[in-house]
């Protein structure tokens, strides 16, 4: 019974899965990309947003499933399925990293958008 009680214990103390928006950039340091071109570049920071924006949706619906099931059971999903916080962290890195470099080599810094939500509309004739 002591076993169980602890085990409950360090589940609900690990939480539920944070926001993106609340997860802090690891240090990354923006040496390690001063022998690629601009180009280069901007093509890496391009696919790091794209990854950034996959882990966020991703991590979006972690949190609304911690919701339920804490709510339902008094435990955090991702207790047991983990989450993407440290993949976050790490990208959100790697974009503030790629974006110091470009601005230390002078590169002129490429706009890319995503969209994080496609909404779908329907008009009708």
Do not use: H
Not at 4 to 28: E, H, Y
Not at 49 to 69: G, H, M, P, R, Y
């Amino acid at each position: 019974m002591k076993t169980i009680s602890i085990t409950i214990a360090t589940i609900l103390l690990t939480g539920c899965a944070s926001m993106p928006a609340d997860i802090q950039a690891t240090s990354v340091p923006s040496d390690k990309y001063y022998k690629l071109s601009c180009e280069a570049l901007n093509s890496s920071l391009s696919k790091e947003k794209a990854n950034l924006e996959t882990l966020t949706i991703d991590q979006v619906e972690k949190v609304k499933e911690d919701a339920l099931s804490v709510f339902w059971f008094g435990i955090p999903a991702s207790a047991f399925n983990g989450d993407n916080e440290k993949a976050i962290s790490d990208s959100k890195g790697s974009i503030d990293a790629y974006e110091k470099m470009i601005s230390n080599k002078n590169c002129k810094l490429q706009n890319y958008r995503y969209l994080v939500f496609l909404p779908v509309m329907f008009i009708s004739k």
